[in-house]
């Protein structure tokens, strides 16, 4: 295998790990791997137990350790991916950083700006049977289909979700 390009690094700065994080690390680290890029996970709690499914995933690496430590000697060659940024990526962005570090764009709701030309969808309405829906409470990426971009899997996570009762939310 070909040594990994470039880095993709998530800071992770909750104390537990939802399936719902779980499975959209997942997701990063598969994608990174087929692309012949590396997912970093960074500032995992040493006593966090990670779910099976994301412990051994090829390209994923897991780091006990911040950002700052891990990137100490090579800073000039991160680039924070803000949304709130005053200049746009590019593709010659790609010979000038190795290393890109997600910043304020996972998990804000609302989003602090806007998407582009980028289409979206807010609070996409999910049909869990015949019965049943759900609202999803964030802005979502559209798919070829207009439907929201989830990972693989997701879908079913909600469903299971969906079938708790009261009491299982406690």
């Not at 990994?4 to 399936?19: F, I, N, R, S």
């Not at 719902?20 to 890029?37: D, G, K, R």
């Not at 060659?77 to 997600?102: N, W, Y």
Request: proline share 8%; net charge negative; with cysteine.
């Amino acid at each position: 295998m070909e040594t990994p390009t470039k880095t993709y690094v998530v800071e992770h700065l909750d104390d537990d790990l939802g399936d719902w994080s779980a499975l959209e690390y997942q997701t990063i680290a598969e994608e990174s791997a087929a692309s012949n890029a590396k997912f970093c996970l960074s500032s995992v709690p040493n006593e966090l137990e990670l779910p099976s499914s994301i412990k051994h995933i090829p390209g994923m690496v897991i780091e006990h350790r911040s950002v700052e430590e891990i990137c100490a000697s090579a800073k000039d060659r991160v680039c924070l991916l803000d949304p709130a940024a005053k200049l746009e990526m590019s593709p010659e962005d790609g010979k000038t950083f190795d290393i890109f570090l997600f910043g304020g764009i996972l998990g804000d709701d609302p989003p602090r700006v806007s998407l582009g030309s980028i289409p979206y969808i807010d609070h996409p309405e999910l049909k869990i049977n015949e019965h049943e829906s759900t609202e999803m409470p964030f802005r979502y990426v559209k798919d070829q289909t207009g439907k929201p971009w989830m990972p693989k899997g997701m879908m079913e996570l909600i469903i299971k979700d969906s079938e708790k009762g009261f009491g299982d939310l406690l």
